[in-house]
């Protein structure tokens, strides 16, 4: 299943280019509705709900039912400050952490009960979990850092040269990803020192490893660099007539899928750089 966000706050589902699910997530309040964007969509552990961070508001769809299971809402800062979930990640047993723009990590399971919070100075805006499903890696736009997922303790932490604007993690190999201006930066996950830093193309800082690690994708303005990890050599795949807004991988690794500005999603066999579709 491939889900798409918009800017117009719609969420859609695909199953084999056949549409089986959408729903409206624009905000209700004329206050929230001016930092209403969708900033994070999550799969549930066994793939049966959806999270959507949108507005102040955390949205989770049963995907079997295709309605709205729960939702949670940060409480405000000093009463009345608008907080938005930024980004959101599923442990390995289906826990689901929500970081903020106010700093705060909210743990939940997969009905939206509260299993507890963590504040941190430098709580990520992206962020994934490690192997062992109890430590995360993440960035705040000026570290990178892990931490304890569910008590919020820092273990390592390291500041970068240049803001972070991207930053992806394949979980195999021990490397994080994290993308400015200008390159990639390659940090191993144990140590957080810098293994590489890559040549970044222009465009929307976007950077996705494929599922074992052995690929890494960049977006440019009208292309996307595919970088073989192992080799460092990198090809590009062009993309006609619109800008790369989103990159992922399929779970099985032979697909790369790109979300364009014309509205179109584009997907390329990553072993022949052919387009699929």
Not at 57 to 73: G, H, M, N, P
Not at 114 to 130: I, M, Q, T
Not at 137 to 158: K, M
Request: aromatic share 10%; net charge neutral; glycine share 10%.
């Amino acid at each position: 299943m491939l889900v798409t966000g918009d800017t117009e706050r719609y969420l859609r589902a695909w199953f084999r280019s056949q549409l089986v699910f959408e729903a409206d997530v624009r905000a209700l309040s004329d206050k929230v509705r001016p930092l209403d964007r969708i900033r994070a969509i999550e799969f549930s552990s066994d793939a049966k709900k959806l999270y959507v961070a949108t507005g102040d508001t955390l949205r989770a769809f049963d995907l079997v039912s295709r309605t709205e299971a729960w939702r949670y809402i940060p409480p405000r800062s000093f009463g009345f400050l608008i907080v938005s979930p930024v980004a959101a990640a599923v442990s390995p047993g289906g826990k689901l952490l929500v970081a903020t723009d106010f700093g705060n990590v909210k743990v939940l399971d997969e009905k939206g009960q509260s299993l507890g919070h963590w504040y941190h100075n430098d709580a990520p805006r992206y962020f994934s979990f490690l192997l062992n499903g109890t430590e995360i890696v993440g960035a705040d736009g000026f570290s990178v850092s892990v931490f304890e997922a569910y008590s919020g303790r820092r273990l390592r932490w390291v500041r970068t040269r240049e803001r972070i604007y991207g930053m992806a993690y394949a979980p195999f190999q021990g490397i994080v990803a994290v993308r400015n201006l200008h390159y990639i930066e390659l940090l191993d996950v144990e140590t957080l020192m810098t293994l590489e830093r890559i040549p970044a193309p222009t465009g929307l800082p976007l950077v996705a490893f494929s599922p074992n690690g052995g690929l890494l994708a960049a977006g440019g303005k009208e292309e996307v660099m595919l970088i073989d990890m192992n080799t460092k050599k990198s090809e590009l795949l062009p993309v006609v007539g619109a800008r790369v807004l989103t990159l992922t991988f399929h779970p099985g690794g032979s697909t790369l899928a790109a979300g364009c500005s014309d509205g179109v999603v584009r997907f390329w066999d990553v072993f022949s750089g052919a387009s699929v579709i």
